[in-house]
């Protein structure tokens, strides 16, 4: 099993900045990928990021790019959402989640969810 769990969010005004982190526990020798996902009010949750375990290569959402950087601390099993030039539209609340192997397959799990809200 991994556990997640997440810290850095807030208000904040458009165009500034937030870091939001995730910290793995448990058998993260296990994990594939860690990934941020958000849920604004009224609309699905959506993919915002991926940080591959393996050869640490990062994905993002075209409406990310260039303004999200996902990093990882390894001594920490802690991966970063580094986010600026916020926007309104970035409000939501940003879900942690990893990809792990297990025994009889690959799991997703989930952390608690951090709030991120900006002002215009």
């Known amino acids: 099993q991994v556990q997640l769990v997440e810290s850095g969010g807030g208000l904040v005004q458009a165009g500034g900045s937030l870091r939001l982190s995730c910290a793995a526990s448990?058998?993260?020798?296990?994990?594939?990928?860690m990934d941020w996902y958000r849920q604004a009010p009224g609309k699905e949750r959506e993919f915002v990021a991926r940080?591959?375990?393996?050869?640490?290569?990062?994905y993002y959402a075209d409406s990310v790019k260039g303004r999200i950087i996902i990093s990882r601390d390894n001594a920490k099993n802690t991966v970063y959402l580094q986010m600026n030039s916020l926007k309104p539209e970035d409000t939501g609340i940003y879900y942690c989640?990893?990809?792990?192997?297990?025994?009889?397959?690959?799991?997703?799990?989930w952390g608690q969810g951090t709030q991120v809200t900006v002002s215009s």
């Open positions: 989640s990893a990809g792990y192997q297990t025994a009889t397959g690959p799991r997703v799990e």
């Open positions: 448990g058998r993260t020798f296990t994990i594939i990928h």
């Open positions: 940080f591959s375990w393996s050869d640490s290569t990062s």
